[in-house]
Nanobody, 124 residues
Framework: VQLQASGGGLVQPGGSVRLSCAASGGSSSIDSMAWFRQAPGKEREFVAA????????YYADSVKGRFTISRDNSKAIVYLQMNSLKPEDTAVYYC??????????????????WGQGTLVTVSS
């Protein structure tokens, strides 16, 4: 399975951006997909996750109410709609996937499938 992330860029505070992560090469076997982010000098942190069988979604407290994760199963794409962006949201965003569900969906160490990362810069 390969993951290809896209959609990052420069956005003003309060603005919006949508990230996409396209899965290929056996994407139908994916159980869950997630977004993580890593700011300069910081560890990679969980942002949001989506579980295919239940359509359940999970969010970090810092993004609840502002970000929405969704999945288009027909296209094997997961999206991260990011609204009301803040400068502290600036980071490289990575998508990740698992073939088997993990209750530690927030732990980047639980994921072996990763996209290449896309930079989101929130600045005026």
């Amino acid at each position: 399975v390969q993951l290809q992330a896209s959609g990052g860029g420069l956005v003003q505070p309060g603005g919006s951006v949508r990230l996409s992560c396209a899965a290929s090469g056996g994407s139908s076997s994916i159980d869950s997909m997630a977004w993580f982010r890593q700011a300069p000098g910081k560890e990679r942190e969980f942002v949001a996750a989506h579980r295919k069988p239940t359509r359940a979604t999970y969010y970090a407290d810092s993004v609840k109410g502002r970000f929405t994760i969704s999945r288009d199963n027909s296209k094997a794409i997961v999206y991260l709609q990011m609204n009301s962006l803040k400068p502290e949201d600036t980071a490289v965003y990575y998508c990740a996937a698992r073939l088997i569900w993990s209750v530690q969906y927030y732990n980047p160490g639980q994921y072996s499938l990763w996209g290449q990362g896309t930079l989101v810069t929130v600045s005026s």
